[in-house]
């Protein structure tokens, strides 16, 4: 099966940092992307390419892979940060999207 | 600026057959550099990949949909579409298109930009 897990939710403090795990088999081998979804609205990329930032997204987003986990970071998190995450990856010719991690700002 | 929109019926009877239309425009849908996709959005729950397809028509579905999802192109129109047939309450959900960038290999690649997405309520 086609796997990719993430934690369901976290919080953090405005100005502190944000981890942001993504776990799978398949992201030894192939790159992880992570997409922000805020509330009634449509997924925006945020990361491709395991750490390449997309333009328009701040600097305070970055990413960084160990093993089979892909992980986003938010530095100096704002309020306006506060979604849920999706790391997707492909395997096997099938676009695998993780969970989703719901991120709380307070 | 590249924009996607989906189109279709909101409201699809079990055992019917849904059907979508994405249209792109400020891109061509018929270039070779990109596939162009299909991701849907249970209420409250998470992404699930349909499937992508590329300017020459060449597919790639997900292996729980593939019996019932057909995806097609039309390049004159700058469009492309979405069937998924025998469709249950299972398959409400919001579906968004969105364009797939790739390194030269699909496999490598992300989605990007993604439509506003539509609500298709299976129910009857």
């Known amino acids: 099966s086609y796997e990719l897990t993430q934690p369901p939710s976290m919080s953090v403090s405005p100005g502190q940092t944000a981890s942001i795990t993504c776990s799978g088999d398949?992201?030894?081998?192939?790159?992880a992307s992570w997409y922000q979804q805020k509330s009634g609205q449509s997924p925006v990329l945020v990361l491709y390419?395991?750490?390449e930032r997309p333009s328009g997204i701040p600097e305070r987003f970055s990413g960084s892979t160990s093993g089979n986990t892909a992980t986003l970071t938010i530095s100096g998190t704002q309020a306006m940060d506060e979604a849920d995450y999706y790391c997707?990856?492909?395997?096997?010719?099938?676009?695998?999207f993780g969970g989703g991690t719901k991120l709380t700002v307070l | 600026q590249l924009q996607l929109q989906e189109s279709g019926p909101g409201l699809v009877k079990p055992s019917e057959t849904l059907s979508l239309t994405c249209t792109v425009s400020?891109?061509?849908?018929?270039?070779?550099?990109?596939?162009w996709g299909w991701i849907r959005q249970p209420p409250g729950k998470g992404l699930e990949w349909i499937g992508i397809?590329?300017?020459?028509?060449?597919?790639y579905s997900n292996p729980s949909l593939k019996s019932r999802v057909t995806i097609s192109i039309d390049t004159s129109k700058n469009q492309f579409s979405l069937r998924l047939t025998s469709v249950t309450a299972a398959d409400t959900a919001v579906y968004y298109c969105?364009?797939?960038?790739?390194?030269?290999?699909?496999?490598?690649?992300?989605?990007?930009?993604w439509g506003q997405g539509t609500l298709v309520t299976v129910s009857s």
């Open positions: 969105a364009r797939h960038v790739d390194l030269g290999y699909f496999d490598s690649g992300w989605f990007d930009p």
């Open positions: 400020g891109g061509s849908i018929s270039s070779s550099t990109y596939y």
């Open positions: 397809i590329y300017y020459s028509g060449s597919t």
């Open positions: 398949i992201l030894g081998d192939k790159y």
């Open positions: 390419q395991d750490t």
């Open positions: 997707q990856a492909w395997d096997s010719s099938t676009a695998v």
